[in-house]
């Protein structure tokens, strides 16, 4: 072999080498791309996830404190006189031991109002659903004619 066939040679082989090495960071840069972006749609999953376990477990609670607040009413509906004035005055349970952890309970208070348009008897209630709590104030008013028949609410939700 002489010199200028080796000189051939050795070039040949340098070109074929740094073919190979300009592979490697582009397959690094590549394989960083595609675990940025996986890590953007996981955390965005995530996100979206808490979300909507965080507005499930407030509408539970909405529907705990209107189911309370039913239950006041029928109630009243019995006995207009009842009035339970202590604040959380009585409970449901929604689920076994549901008040002790405030996981599902509603606590209920009425007034002792005598449910006249200038004096209504007013129900509140709220429930609870794991970290979450909601309020409603329900506002009674019964007819004139004095046989205990609720003849309007009101209801609106008490927010802090």
Same mark, same amino acid.
């Given at each position: 072999m002489t010199y200028n066939e080796f000189k051939i040679r050795l070039k040949k082989i340098n070109q074929t080498t740094r073919n190979g090495v300009a592979t490697?960071?582009?397959?690094?840069?590549?394989? !960083?791309? !595609?675990? #940025?972006?996986g890590i953007g749609i996981s955390t965005a999953s995530l996100?979206?996830?808490?979300?909507?376990?965080?507005?499930?477990?407030?509408?539970?609670?909405?529907?705990? #404190?209107?189911?309370?607040?039913?239950? #006041?009413m029928r109630r009243i509906a019995v006995n207009k006189t009842y009035s339970c004035v202590s604040q959380n005055c009585y409970s449901i349970p929604f689920i076994s031991n549901g008040c002790s952890s405030n996981d599902a309970c509603a606590y209920i208070s009425v007034s002792s109002n005598s449910g006249s348009s200038v004096d209504p008897k007013v129900v509140t209630s709220t429930g609870y659903a794991g970290l979450y709590a909601r309020t409603l104030r329900i506002t009674l008013e019964f007819d004139a004619s004095?046989?205990?028949?609720?003849?309007?609410?009101?209801? #609106?939700e008490i927010t802090n």
């Amino acid at each position: 072999m002489t010199y200028n066939e080796f000189k051939i040679r050795l070039k040949k082989i340098n070109q074929t080498t740094r073919n190979g090495v300009a592979t490697l960071p582009t397959i690094i840069a590549l394989g !960083v791309l !595609v675990l #940025a972006i996986g890590i953007g749609i996981s955390t965005a999953s995530l996100s979206e996830l808490f979300t909507s376990e965080g507005q499930s477990q407030s509408q539970k609670a909405l529907s705990y #404190a209107e189911a309370g607040a039913r239950e #006041a009413m029928r109630r009243i509906a019995v006995n207009k006189t009842y009035s339970c004035v202590s604040q959380n005055c009585y409970s449901i349970p929604f689920i076994s031991n549901g008040c002790s952890s405030n996981d599902a309970c509603a606590y209920i208070s009425v007034s002792s109002n005598s449910g006249s348009s200038v004096d209504p008897k007013v129900v509140t209630s709220t429930g609870y659903a794991g970290l979450y709590a909601r309020t409603l104030r329900i506002t009674l008013e019964f007819d004139a004619s004095d046989n205990g028949q609720i003849s309007s609410s009101t209801w #609106a939700e008490i927010t802090n």
